[in-house]
């Protein structure tokens, strides 16, 4: 997973809820700008929505897995009972989006999306399949294994049956 900052004027929140109707969107975006690049300050502050300002707009709904007081909020920690024997105190409240590097929870931190990375092939090259370009004959002599006793090394020294001429191929 590969995260990307979101260049849009509405956060990605599809994992901590949804939303009941749209949040205003610009009028006149063109694709190949900015989303604000034709609005005055005023209206670029009305339609840049923030992960806090979604969050606590009536249009959002959130999903039951968020903690609503402290208990919910230990409840979710990453720490377990039956694997420490003598626990620090800080040990309750740490939560897996701040131990974890790329953790897959529903609370969203940044303003990113994430992206899904391809994964490279095991063997650690693409595979690759062709077709043959040409077709060499296997009785040409430029196709066999070089040896003491072969025509291309031995001319010269090696001279034909019939008329006793070198050996030229």
Same mark, same amino acid.
């Given at each position: 997973?590969?995260?990307?900052?979101?260049?849009?004027?509405?956060?990605?929140?599809?994992?901590?809820?949804?939303?009941? #109707? *749209?949040? !205003?969107?610009?009028?006149?975006?063109?694709? @190949?700008?900015?989303?604000?690049?034709?609005?005055? +300050?005023?209206?670029?502050?009305?339609?840049?929505?923030?992960?806090?300002?979604?969050?606590?707009?009536?249009?959002?709904?959130?999903?039951?897995?968020?903690?609503?007081?402290?208990?919910?909020?230990?409840?979710?920690?990453r720490y377990?009972?039956?694997?420490?024997?003598?626990?620090?105190?800080?040990?309750?409240?740490?939560?897996?989006?701040?131990? #974890? *590097?790329? !953790?897959?929870?529903?609370?969203?931190?940044? @303003?990113?999306?994430?992206?899904?990375?391809?994964? +490279?092939?095991?063997?650690?090259?693409?595979?690759?399949?062709?077709?043959?370009?040409?077709?060499?004959?296997?009785?040409?002599?430029?196709?066999?294994?070089?040896?003491?006793?072969?025509?291309l090394v031995?001319?010269?020294?090696?001279?034909?049956?019939?008329?006793?001429?070198?050996?030229?191929?």
């Amino acid at each position: 997973m590969l995260r990307v900052r979101n260049y849009s004027y509405a956060p990605h929140l599809e994992r901590e809820g949804r939303l009941i #109707c *749209p949040l !205003p969107s610009p009028p006149n975006i063109d694709p @190949n700008r900015e989303w604000y690049a034709n609005l005055k +300050p005023y209206e670029r502050l009305f339609y840049h929505q923030t992960l806090s300002s979604v969050r606590c707009s009536k249009r959002f709904v959130a999903t039951s897995q968020i903690p609503k007081d402290s208990l919910d909020f230990q409840l979710q920690s990453r720490y377990v009972h039956s694997r420490e024997n003598f626990p620090e105190s800080v040990d309750y409240v740490l939560q897996t989006e701040t131990c #974890c *590097p790329m !953790p897959q929870t529903f609370r969203v931190l940044r @303003n990113t999306r994430d992206v899904k990375v391809p994964t +490279p092939d095991k063997m650690g090259h693409p595979l690759k399949i062709g077709g043959i370009k040409e077709k060499l004959s296997p009785h040409s002599v430029k196709l066999i294994n070089s040896g003491p006793h072969t025509q291309l090394v031995n001319n010269g020294y090696s001279r034909q049956p019939a008329d006793g001429n070198f050996f030229r191929y």
